[in-house]
């Protein structure tokens, strides 16, 4: 029997609306907020989020700005960064999060991963566990080569075309969507540099992250060039107190191609993964 799903409504302080998707089992053991990947709009994670109402874990489905339900659209006239995203929207999806009692878990893909850890970093006692599914830092050197050495020439063309065009034409280029450029900024900021910041954000990111202390559980997929290994343990590596497993996942054990984004239209393996590990750690066991 499929969880009631509640559509919720929110608004940012800035003005900003979109709608937080939750798939709602009826007794919940904990609610995890999920963050998408760069321009996947929430709706797309519906399959992960019954699936993990499965397991007892309420979903609640965040929504980045220029995607999906959201109000906004990156061009020349609107723009937004990490800032936005970790200092105004990700605050309103939390505080509508139920308070009844369950841990809270946060999680994230890909992108969604990154600032899941950076987020987590700067409200250390809201949640109870950490999920990253293909995620990792941009880092270049953290890739491996030869596609690593072309990552800083990356890094430096798509914040010039974002700015040039107004938003980075991502649909069109193959990556993400049509993106704002000062988010474009901030994360090939990271791919050059391996220090997470938000531009006009007064906040030390990397130190949140390094004062971590809760559970972790990381999924990697076998074929996955966007999040290979040394990508993730970078990232891994930035929470220097947290608790962390990785689980490594192949075609065989998800049914589907281990790549970035396949796993999303069968995501029971995921699922499980992550309320398996994170139910673990919780109980103290590794």
Same mark, same amino acid.
């Given at each position: 029997?499929?969880?009631?799903?509640?559509?919720?409504?929110?608004?940012?302080?800035?003005?900003?609306?979109?709608? %937080?998707?939750?798939? %709602?089992?009826?007794?919940?053991?904990?609610?995890?907020?999920?963050?998408?990947?760069?321009?996947?709009?929430?709706?797309?994670?519906?399959?992960?989020?019954?699936?993990?109402?499965?397991?007892?874990? *309420?979903?609640? %489905?965040?929504?980045?700005?220029?995607?999906?339900?959201?109000?906004?659209?990156?061009?020349?006239?609107?723009?937004?960064?990490?800032?936005?995203?970790?200092?105004?929207?990700?605050?309103?999806?939390?505080?509508?999060?139920?308070?009844?009692?369950?841990? #809270?878990?946060?999680?994230?893909?890909?992108?969604?991963?990154?600032?899941? $850890? $950076?987020?987590?970093?700067?409200?250390?006692?809201?949640?109870?566990?950490?999920?990253?599914?293909?995620?990792?830092?941009?880092?270049?050197?953290?890739?491996?080569?030869?596609?690593?050495?072309?990552?800083?020439?990356?890094?430096?063309?798509?914040?010039?075309?974002?700015?040039?065009?107004?938003?980075?034409?991502?649909?069109?280029?193959?990556?993400?969507?049509?993106?704002?450029?000062?988010?474009?900024?901030?994360?090939? #900021?990271?791919?050059?540099?391996?220090?997470?910041?938000?531009?006009?954000?007064?906040?030390?990111?990397?130190?949140?992250?390094?004062?971590?202390?809760?559970?972790?559980?990381?999924?990697? %997929?076998?074929?996955?060039?966007?999040?290979?290994?040394?990508?993730?343990?970078?990232?891994?590596?930035?929470?220097?107190?947290?608790?962390? #497993?990785?689980?490594?996942?192949?075609?065989? *054990?998800?049914?589907?191609?281990?790549?970035?984004?396949?796993?999303?239209?069968?995501?029971?393996?995921?699922? #499980?993964?992550?309320?398996?590990?994170?139910?673990?750690?919780?109980?103290?066991?590794?």
């Amino acid at each position: 029997m499929s969880a009631p799903i509640m559509e919720l409504p929110l608004a940012a302080a800035d003005g900003h609306r979109w709608t %937080l998707l939750a798939h %709602l089992p009826s007794q919940p053991r904990a609610h995890l907020l999920w963050l998408p990947a760069l321009g996947v709009a929430a709706r797309h994670y519906q399959p992960l989020a019954e699936a993990l109402a499965g397991h007892g874990i *309420a979903t609640h %489905l965040h929504e980045w700005r220029g995607n999906g339900s959201s109000s906004l659209r990156a061009s020349h006239a609107q723009d937004w960064g990490y800032r936005e995203l970790l200092a105004l929207d990700l605050p309103a999806s939390l505080a509508a999060l139920p308070a009844d009692g369950a841990p #809270r878990l946060l999680g994230g893909h890909s992108l969604g991963g990154q600032l899941a $850890c $950076c987020f987590a970093g700067q409200h250390p006692g809201a949640f109870a566990g950490l999920g990253l599914v293909a995620s990792g830092t941009p880092y270049w050197r953290s890739f491996p080569a030869p596609r690593g050495w072309a990552l800083p020439l990356v890094y430096r063309f798509l914040p010039w075309l974002a700015r040039r065009q107004g938003a980075l034409p991502g649909r069109r280029l193959g990556f993400g969507g049509t993106e704002a450029r000062g988010l474009i900024a901030d994360w090939a #900021r990271v791919g050059l540099t391996n220090r997470y910041a938000a531009a006009g954000l007064d906040r030390d990111l990397e130190a949140g992250m390094a004062g971590l202390r809760l559970p972790v559980q990381a999924v990697l %997929l076998a074929k996955d060039w966007l999040g290979p290994p040394g990508s993730l343990r970078a990232l891994l590596g930035k929470l220097a107190r947290a608790t962390t #497993r990785t689980t490594h996942l192949d075609a065989h *054990a998800l049914g589907t191609t281990a790549d970035h984004f396949s796993w999303m239209r069968q995501p029971a393996t995921v699922a #499980r993964t992550l309320a398996e590990g994170l139910a673990q750690k919780n109980r103290g066991t590794d």
